[in-house]
Each structure stands twice: as C-alpha cells, then as structure tokens.
C-alpha cells in the first residue's frame, strides 16, 4: 500500500520537555523505529508537525538584539522542515529503511483572503501560565488562548489549497523512495502576480497531511502523535477510546479545535474524498493503527454502491 503517515510535533518533543537537541534526536530516533517496518512493507510518505520548534525558534527571533526586527513565520517555518526532516531522513536509515530516504522542502499554496487570517487558532511553542502568557502578549504582540492547564501562542492558519512540490514528491514515491515532506503543514506562501510570497501563518500538518495523501493516491492517511486514541468524554472520569467512525460522526463529533478537532476533520476529508480509511493513535501503536487494531479509523459514511458503513 502507498501509506502517508503524519507525525503530531508532540509526538517528537513531549509536553513539559526541555526542547534540547539530544531530547528531540531521541524521539525522532524512537519515530523512525516505529515507523521503518512499515517502510519496509508499503510506499510511505512522512509529514511532521514542528509547532513546539517553531515556536521555540520564534521566541529566540524575537530575543535577538542583533535583528532589526523578528524572521518571520514562513521563514522559520522552512528552518523547521529541514531541522526535523535532516533527523528524520537520517534516522529512517538509521532504523534500517534500504529505500532511498529524501527530504523534500515543502510550500503550500494558501488564499491571502482565507478566514484564518482573521482568527489566529494554530497553537505554536510551549505553554505557559496564564500571567506568563499574557506578559509576553503584551510585550510581543502575541495572540494567545488556552491549551488545556496551560496557555500558549495562536498564529494564523489559512487552510492549504495545493503543495507545490507535489509533483516531484510523486515522482519520488513512484520510483521508490520514502519521501519526508509537509513538514509543519509546508511553508505558507501565496501567488501574486504569478511570483510565490510567503505569509505570516502556520498551516495545520493534518490538513496538509490529507491534502497530499488524496494527491498522492495514497491509501491509508494515519496521523500518529502521543495519544492512543479519539477519547469520547475527553478530559472525564469516564473518557472511553473511540475505536471506529464514519466520516459523519467524526465531523459533529464535539472537540476542542486545538486538540483532535483537526485531526479528525483531516481524517474525515480523505475518507471522505476517497473512500479509503484514515486513522488517529499512537505513534509507537503505527503498525497496530495500520492493521486497525488500535487508534481510531475513520471510514467513509457511505460507499460508491451507496452501502451505509456502520462505525
């Protein structure tokens, strides 16, 4: 199978973790151990989240004396890709993948008039208290809203229309090659008169992730990060693993918009579009989610003979 796995940027530097190189090679190291049987297996295709880096690296921006002013998101977005995908490719290799690994540096085409713009709701960099929060708001002009206990900065996150390079990461998977690419949902940029312009915004990796997958014709999407599962009643005594739904559920299914919420409409949308599964779980669970095993699998509501798939 052509499977297109997304990691969740939790996934690879755990909440409360100090952001050191060495912590995040390790769990870069622990993702390419789950994931090479996989490689070995299937075509696959790897997106990553880099929401804690970039925001780490926002904040440094931002601290330095020596800039006249703060490098922007896109930018810092593009230093992300080839951090993260530099230890992925090298540690899929590492993990004994024999295919060709290849980083590919990635743009994704937004509308400058995307609502996103408007409602800043990506979630970048570490939490804080709320004082914390709203101290360094007000000092450096940050958007911020509450991520569970904790409070962290919100940017803009227009929804993708295309990947630029989705041609030659085609070409790539079709001769073979495990391709890391889409990371950070790809470097926001927009066209004006015909020239390509980064933006200040963060694309969310799971639409990203969804969007490539369907271009691809990839046949599975899983989206792995530090959860074993969609739980119902998140957050409750009573919280339950959702182990299966269609596409239908998975869209009234009530979320926080920074958490799953994301995720399952990533989910929704390719099983949707292709009538193909998509799962949610957890990233040392990846070979147990492919099989449906764990995690969550979202399926299509309704099949092309018109068969209503009941979750």
Same mark, same amino acid.
């Given at each position: 199978?052509?499977?297109?796995?997304?990691?969740?940027?939790?996934?690879?530097?755990?909440?409360?973790?100090? *952001?050191?190189?060495a $912590?995040? #090679?390790?769990?870069? /190291?622990?993702? =390419? !151990?789950? @994931? &090479?049987?996989?490689?070995?297996?299937?075509?696959?295709?790897?997106?990553?989240?880099?929401?804690?880096?970039?925001?780490?690296?926002?904040?440094?921006?931002?601290?330095?004396?020596?800039?006249?002013?703060?490098?922007?998101?896109?930018?810092?977005?593009?230093?992300?890709?080839?951090?993260?995908?530099?230890?992925?490719?090298?540690?899929?290799?590492?993990?004994?993948v024999?295919?060709?690994?290849?980083?590919?540096?990635?743009?994704?085409?937004?509308?400058?008039?995307?609502?996103?713009?408007?409602? *800043?709701?990506?979630? $970048?960099? #570490?939490?804080?208290? /709320?004082?914390? =929060? !709203?101290? @360094? &708001?007000?000092?450096?002009?940050?958007?911020?809203?509450?991520?569970?206990?904790?409070?962290?900065?919100v940017?803009?996150?227009?929804?993708?229309?295309?990947?630029?390079?989705q041609?030659?990461?085609?070409?790539?998977?079709d001769?073979?090659?495990?391709?890391?690419?889409?990371?950070?949902?790809?470097?926001?940029?927009?066209?004006?008169?015909?020239?390509?312009?980064?933006?200040?915004?963060?694309?969310?990796?799971?639409?990203?992730?969804?969007?490539?997958?369907?271009?691809?014709?990839?046949?599975?999407?899983?989206?792995?990060?530090?959860?074993?599962?969609?739980?119902?009643?998140?957050g409750?005594?009573?919280?339950?693993?959702?182990?299966?739904?269609?596409?239908?559920?998975?869209?009234?299914?009530?979320?926080?918009?920074?958490?799953?919420?994301?995720?399952?409409?990533?989910?929704?949308?390719?099983?949707?579009?292709?009538?193909?599964?998509a799962?949610?779980?957890?990233?040392?669970?990846?070979?147990?989610?492919?099989?449906?095993?764990?995690?969550?699998?979202?399926?299509?509501?309704?099949?092309?003979?018109?068969?209503?798939?009941?979750?």
């Amino acid at each position: 199978m052509r499977i297109l796995v997304a990691l969740g940027g939790n996934a690879l530097l755990e909440r409360g973790e100090r *952001p050191d190189e060495a $912590v995040q #090679r390790r769990h870069v /190291r622990r993702a =390419a !151990e789950a @994931l &090479a049987p996989l490689a070995a297996d299937h075509e696959l295709v790897v997106c990553h989240g880099n929401g804690p880096q970039v925001g780490l690296l926002a904040l440094e921006s931002e601290a330095d004396p020596a800039l006249a002013g703060p490098y922007p998101l896109d930018v810092l977005g593009a230093e992300t890709q080839g951090m993260i995908g530099y230890w992925l490719v090298q540690e899929l290799a590492n993990a004994g993948v024999r295919r060709p690994v290849v980083g590919v540096l990635t743009q994704t085409v937004v509308d400058p008039a995307d609502p996103g713009f408007a409602a *800043p709701s990506k979630f $970048v960099g #570490r939490g804080y208290d /709320r004082g914390t =929060a !709203e101290d @360094l &708001a007000a000092r450096l002009g940050w958007r911020i809203a509450p991520d569970g206990a904790a409070w962290r900065r919100v940017v803009a996150s227009p929804q993708p229309l295309r990947v630029v390079e989705q041609g030659p990461i085609r070409q790539l998977v079709d001769g073979g090659a495990v391709v890391v690419c889409g990371g950070g949902g790809g470097v926001p940029v927009t066209v004006r008169d015909g020239r390509l312009c980064g933006v200040e915004a963060v694309v969310d990796k799971d639409a990203t992730a969804a969007l490539l997958a369907r271009e691809l014709g990839a046949d599975r999407l899983l989206l792995l990060t530090d959860v074993p599962a969609v739980l119902r009643g998140f957050g409750t005594p009573g919280a339950t693993e959702i182990r299966r739904l269609t596409d239908d559920d998975a869209a009234a299914l009530p979320l926080p918009a920074g958490s799953m919420g994301p995720k399952l409409a990533a989910c929704a949308a390719f099983a949707r579009a292709t009538g193909r599964p998509a799962a949610i779980g957890a990233l040392t669970d990846a070979a147990a989610v492919l099989a449906g095993a764990a995690g969550t699998t979202v399926v299509r509501a309704q099949d092309r003979r018109g068969r209503v798939l009941r979750p």
